[in-house]
T-cell receptor, first 115, second 114 residues
Framework: DTGVSQNPRHKITKRGQNVTFRCDPI?????LYWYRQTLGQGPEFLTY????????KSRLLSDRFSAERPKGSFSTLEIQRTEQGDSAMYLC?????????????FGPGTRLTVL | AQSVTQLGSHVSVSEGALVLLRCNYS??????LFWYVQYPNQGLQLLLK??????LVKGINGFEAEFKKSETSFHLTKPSAHMSDAAEYFC????????????FGKGTSLLVTP
């Protein structure tokens, strides 16, 4: 199966530590999105890439968050100096094309718990 | 900005009964609407999407949704619920201002009872 994969699936960290998540999109998908989902809520957009270019960031993405997609393939999302409010499921999605009707395929997510 | 509202955070139906999950949208431009399903410990899976053309959209697993512009609605239905339909369902609209990222509703948890 060549769906979207995310690692790790679970991460427990202490407040103030840095964490990094990885997303591997479906091969040849040029768009990659990061979302955050908290309990009882729908996913919220964080940022997206077209190839290696990060084209937009949500205001939810504070300065402690940084995302990269160095070669237009996999992407990483880093959170520095984690806070308890960062506890959430972080979802990655990819699509091919770039139009409004493109289907986004989601990975299983990385669940972050900040103690 | 485009947004959706899902009415009812929890819906319970009996096996074999009609499933109706409600979604209303707000958009100043023609919306592109989606329904996703999320099973426990799994990623979001696309059920169906409306772009243009036919307003009745058929999706996977027997689900369908009808786009009604006059009511700004995109409700999801299935004639006969199955136990395996128990999951979280999300309505979403494509946000043209964010690279077509999806704006999701808060979700509706569907419980199917025997």
């Amino acid at each position: 199966d060549t769906g979207v994969s995310q690692n790790p699936r679970h991460k427990i960290t202490k407040r103030g530590q840095n964490v990094t998540f990885r997303c591997d999109p479906i091969s040849e998908h040029n768009r990659l999105y990061w979302y955050r989902q908290t309990l009882g809520q729908g996913p919220e957009f964080l940022t997206y890439f077209q190839n290696e270019a990060q084209l937009e960031k949500s205001r939810l993405l504070s300065d402690r968050f940084s995302a990269e997609r160095p070669k237009g393939s996999f992407s990483t999302l880093e959170i520095q100096r984690t806070e308890q409010g960062d506890s959430a499921m972080y979802l990655c999605a990819s699509s091919y094309g770039g139009g409004t009707t493109d289907t986004q395929y989601f990975g299983p997510g990385t669940r972050l718990t900040v103690l | 900005a485009q947004s959706v509202t899902q009415l009812g955070s929890h819906v319970s139906v009996s096996e074999g009964a009609l499933v109706l999950l409600r979604c209303n949208y707000s958009s100043s431009v023609p919306p592109y609407l989606f329904w996703y399903v999320q099973y426990p410990n799994q990623g979001l899976q696309l059920l169906l999407k409306y772009t243009t053309g036919a307003t009745l959209v058929k999706g996977i697993n027997g689900f369908e949704a009808e786009f009604k512009k006059s009511e700004t609605s995109f409700h999801l239905t299935k004639p006969s619920a199955h136990m395996s339909d128990a999951a979280e369902y999300f309505c979403a609209v494509s946000a043209q201002s964010s690279g077509y990222a999806l704006n999701f509703g808060k979700g509706t948890s569907l419980l199917v009872t025997p």
